[in-house]
């Protein structure tokens, strides 16, 4: 237990941060799964416009350090390759 004020208020930021930080991978999470549903019924449309959304959510979310940015570019380039993927596939 925290028993400097110093250390009781880091306490109370991490708790608050800890949510909120939950919270943007949580809505990034959705994001995606609605991305792979989109995929696998091959809607090329959808999948376009969730992967709109998903990349303006990582960028978003890396910009406010909940995730670095290399990890959200990694995430945007190996959901662009599954993308790009279906739009051969489809043709």
């Known amino acids: 237990m925290a028993?400097?004020?110093s250390a009781k208020k880091r306490v109370r930021q991490n708790t608050k941060r800890k949510v909120i930080n939950r919270s943007r991978k949580g809505r990034i999470k959705t994001q995606i799964k609605h991305f792979e549903t989109a995929l696998s019924s091959d809607d090329v449309k959808a999948a376009s416009e969730q992967?709109?959304?998903?990349?303006?959510?990582?960028d978003k979310t890396a910009a406010t350090s909940t995730m670095h940015k290399k990890t959200a570019a990694r995430k945007k380039s190996r959901l662009a390759k599954r993308l790009n993927a279906l739009k051969t596939k489809v043709g």
């Open 51 to 58: 992967y709109g959304l998903i990349v303006k959510k990582l």
């Open 3 to 5: 028993h400097s004020l």
